[in-house]
């Protein structure tokens, strides 16, 4: 397994993957999966504003994807991003996230973020469990916050400090 930049050429496996997730899952509120033009923006754009998006493949096979992005839209939060790890449904128990997370954290302090959330749908107890051993730390539990196949979801947050987290201030301010 190799674990690399995302491309413009992935964005067909990425939106396959994604849509399983949409489909099957509460790892994601959505109850549409994207496009595949929604899906090559995204790449686009995290890669343009120098957020990693990578892909995790075997063989040529993408076996999952990971990425980053400011955690909300507003100035202040320029050094907060939030993860999103998905993998392809044959493939979990692997080790594919835990990769796919420990190359994320470090290439997102490389792009500048100070802090990392996690935003995790409250029936996705092995992706607690992953970013509690990359080393997160619960940050709070949001209860019925989603609604997706007729039921209520907790939401979880995890937080992880990067680089120098906030014993410092950044070298620029948003």
């Not at 076996?63 to 400011?70: E, N």
């Not at 302090?109 to 995790?120: D, E, L, S, T």
Request: with cysteine; net charge neutral; hydrophobic share 45%.
């Amino acid at each position: 397994m190799i674990i690399r930049a995302a491309h413009a050429q992935d964005a067909e496996a990425i939106a396959a993957i994604y849509a399983h997730h949409v489909r099957h899952g509460t790892a994601t509120f959505d109850t549409a999966p994207r496009t595949l033009p929604q899906t090559s923006a995204l790449i686009a754009e995290c890669t343009a504003r120098g957020w990693p998006f990578l892909v995790a493949e075997n063989d040529g096979f993408t076996l999952g994807y990971a990425y980053t992005a400011q955690y909300r839209d507003r100035a202040g939060y320029a050094f907060a991003c939030e993860d999103s790890i998905y993998l392809h449904p044959d493939h979990l128990g692997q080790g594919i996230g835990k990769a796919l997370l420990a190359a994320l954290l470090p290439a997102a302090a490389a792009a500048g973020f100070r802090q990392m959330i996690a935003v995790i749908g409250g029936d996705e107890a092995a992706s607690v469990a992953l970013h509690a051993r990359q080393g997160f730390r619960h940050a709070g539990k949001m209860q019925s916050l989603g609604r997706k196949f007729g039921r209520w979801i907790d939401v979880i947050t995890m937080q992880v400090a990067l680089g120098t987290g906030d014993s410092e201030a950044p070298l620029r301010e948003p």
